[in-house]
């Protein structure tokens, strides 16, 4: 099928458009199917496949809820749900919600890592939720199952599920204190924490962004990104239901292959206004389109009103290629919408207005670390940019050492507060309890206010502390990649013990080149500039592409690179080869 014979849902209907104020989020599901809006199913090139109004939507929610239902699946059980891109998940996950079960998206496989890894992965979290069945795309069948006989539950594929029986029966009714669905954060491999979130949290969360970004009648969203993660699950899936917008949607497999078939889509689709990704994907667009000329000719960007940036940190300089790669196709560098949040507070914190743009503060690495400036060398500043404003409904602080609030442009802990705000982690009230305190979230994340404005300085459980000299990560991965030959993501930087004891800073670095005394001047090249960052000597290690590991939304992993390093699982490069 083709565009020529199918008609995408519409931007605009005569249903009056409301903006998440719902008591719970079936019925969202229930006004939205009143509407002509609807998700639309994109293939590699960005041709569409298959429209899916929100009616359909919800007439195949329910015949899954009746099947849930006839299995003996009952309100409050786990329902594990590969989060493929697909009619199939969404309708089971609606499904889910409408009978009282609770949905547990979980990741597809990645090119990162290999088939036992996957089953791996797919295992913990399992063991974690202990859904009563897991429910996969017929395509990845074999692993999928593996995965779910090892954890002893019940597994079978779309078209297995979809030959069930569907019988009438009455459903029960959802009260907004019910959890809604587990969300698991991309960084839970090992030790999985799944994120429970009420009805109640979800809309409020959904409300408070659509009126930060000004969500009106005529917006249309495209998103490649991935369901199991929460900016994808939550901002542009869930969302687009609870404030009846239509959707076109690539596969996130197929945006990695061919990145620029999201700014196609984007220029071919007319009405589409909103867009997000972290910013290795408009760093990536903007590398794949250096090389190519009439930009003009191909893209129209110009109708581009919210180009959202978040889940990873946010890198003025990567935005600024990009403006400057598209400018031309008319997109304006006021359209980038900075946003900060995280799973624990349903998806967002704070929100950049629309119209804003980024903006960024210089700050001294020295305020950043806490550690005295040197007066005898010149003052290094990095770039720290602003991620907005707090959503309606959620408090933002910035705490010191025991809890003690700091002033505007003070460097602390971020601290939340809201109905957005999780339950609980599933099953780990140990967890629960650690981070939230008295109705506040400690997030993890360490920022500053000014003004207002949120900004993000880095992760706290990241910082490399050594002989109490405090130091990012990404200031030490930032400096690297401004060496020729290196992208975004080809670099890990943390502590190790070394022979003698003492703590040193390490970096991980893909190596592309071949000849040995080549990489031997690279490796000296990178302690170099690793040193005039840090001011002092660092171990670096050479690696081979694509070797760094990724959490399952696409983003580094430092932690998870730092455990393999260790434990002899990457092998660095033979520098005397």
């Not at 493929?84 to 979980?106: H, I, K, N, Q, R």
């Not at 990649?481 to 800073?505: C, K, R, V, W, Y």
């Not at 399952?552 to 699982?569: H, I, Q, V």
Request: charged residues 25%.
């Amino acid at each position: 099928m083709t565009d020529a014979v199918l008609t995408p849902t519409p931007n605009d209907c005569d249903l009056p458009r409301r903006r998440s104020d719902f008591a719970t989020f079936n019925e969202a599901i229930d006004y939205a199917a009143r509407s002509a809006k609807g998700l639309n199913f994109h293939d590699m090139r960005g041709m569409l496949e298959r429209v899916y109004p929100y009616a359909q939507m919800r007439e195949d929610a329910l015949d899954a809820a009746r099947r849930l239902v006839a299995m003996g699946i009952e309100k409050e059980d786990r329902v594990a749900l590969v989060a493929d891109t697909s009619p199939e998940f969404a309708a089971l996950f609606c499904g889910c919600t409408l009978m009282g079960a609770w949905p547990v998206p979980l990741p597809l496989p990645t090119t990162f890592g290999g088939k036992e890894s996957y089953i791996d992965q797919l295992s913990v979290q399992l063991q974690s939720s202990d859904p009563k069945i897991l429910i996969y795309p017929g395509e990845i069948a074999e692993m999928a199952k593996a995965a779910a006989d090892r954890q002893g539950c019940g597994g079978e594929s779309w078209d297995e599920f979809a030959e069930r029986p569907a019988p009438d029966c009455d459903l029960p009714e959802a009260r907004p204190d019910d959890i809604c669905y587990l969300q698991y954060s991309s960084g839970s491999t090992r030790f999985p924490t799944g994120v429970a979130v009420t009805h109640e949290a979800l809309l409020h969360n959904l409300r408070g962004h659509a009126e930060s970004m000004n969500i009106g009648m005529n917006d249309r969203v495209i998103s490649w990104l991935p369901w199991y993660h929460d900016m994808g699950l939550v901002g542009c899936f869930l969302s687009l239901i609870a404030n009846q917008v239509s959707v076109d949607y690539l596969k996130t497999e197929h945006f990695a292959r061919r990145p620029l078939a999201w700014l196609d889509l984007i220029s071919r689709n007319k009405g589409t206004t909103l867009s997000y990704s972290p910013t290795f994907g408009y760093d990536i667009c903007a590398r794949r389109i250096s090389s190519q000329s009439h930009v003009a000719d191909r893209f129209d960007l110009s109708r581009w009103r919210v180009a959202g940036n978040g889940a990873d940190m946010i890198r003025p300089d990567v935005m600024q290629n990009f403006v400057n790669a598209f400018a031309d196709a008319g997109f304006q560098a006021s359209s980038f919408n900075p946003s900060y949040g995280l799973a624990e507070a349903t998806l967002a914190v704070t929100v950049m207005p629309p119209g804003e743009g980024i903006r960024v503060e210089l700050v001294e690495e020295e305020r950043l670390s806490g550690r005295p400036r040197d007066l005898s060398k010149p003052a290094r500043y990095r770039a720290i940019v602003n991620c907005g404003k707090p959503i309606p409904g959620m408090e933002v602080e910035i705490r010191g050492e025991n809890g003690v609030l700091k002033g505007d442009h003070q460097i602390g802990k971020v601290w939340c507060r809201g109905k957005s705000v999780m339950h609980s982690y599933f099953r780990n009230q140990e967890a629960t309890d650690d981070c939230l305190v008295d109705g506040w979230l400690d997030t993890g994340d360490m920022g500053y206010m000014g003004d207002g404005y949120l900004f993000i300085v880095g992760r706290a459980k990241d910082m490399i502390i050594i002989n109490g000299k405090n130091l990012w990560p990404q200031d030490i991965e930032w400096a690297v990649e401004q060496l020729p030959g290196f992208n975004h993501g080809d670099i890990a930087a943390f502590s190790i013990d070394t022979e003698s004891g003492e703590e040193a800073p390490a970096v991980l670095v893909h190596c592309r080149v071949s000849d040995p005394e080549e990489r031997i001047r690279l490796r000296d090249q990178i302690a170099d500039k690793v040193r005039g960052v840090t001011g002092m000597s660092c171990v670096v290690e050479l690696v081979p592409p694509r070797t760094l590991p990724r959490t399952s939304s696409g983003k580094l992993s430092r932690a998870k690179a730092k455990k393999l390093y260790l434990a002899g699982e990457i092998q660095p490069l033979d520098l005397a080869a």
